[in-house]
């Protein structure tokens, strides 16, 4: 069974920064084989690619809407893949979700990956 588990979120003033972790785990999962993405969804909105990192990270994808203030990276020997999030903004709340996908790639599209997270609440005052 594979789990993708975020933490970091929370609620953080307008201009604030956070930091979201993602660890995976299972037995069958290979994470270094595994593009892994951001995604978030506010309350009545679709569900949006934030970013998007390759397999060894040497191909990365930011939506318009969060470039210059989102960075994502992993740490393969850890399992793990984080979003730091600076100059945030009311915009920006909404629940955020890790996901994996097994392309070479990137995973873009909210219909690619093979394994979602549960979620972090992400709320920012202004």
């Known amino acids: 069974q594979v789990q993708l588990v975020e933490s970091g979120g929370g609620l953080v003033q307008a201009e604030g920064s956070l930091r979201l972790s993602c660890t995976a785990s299972g037995r069958t999962f290979r994470f270094r084989d595994a593009c892994m993405a951001w995604f978030r969804q506010a309350p009545g909105k679709e569900r949006e690619i934030v970013a998007s990192i390759s397999r060894r990270g040497g191909s990365i994808y930011y939506a318009d809407s969060v470039k210059g203030r989102f960075t994502i990276s992993r740490d393969n020997t850890k399992n793990t893949v984080y979003l730091q999030m600076s100059s945030l903004k009311p915009e920006d709340t909404g629940a955020y979700y890790c996901?994996?996908?097994?392309?070479?790639?990137?995973?873009?599209?909210?219909?690619?990956?093979?394994?979602w997270g549960q979620g972090t609440q992400v709320t920012v005052s202004s």
């Open positions: 996901a994996a996908g097994y392309t070479s790639g990137l995973v873009t599209s909210p219909r690619s990956p093979d394994y």
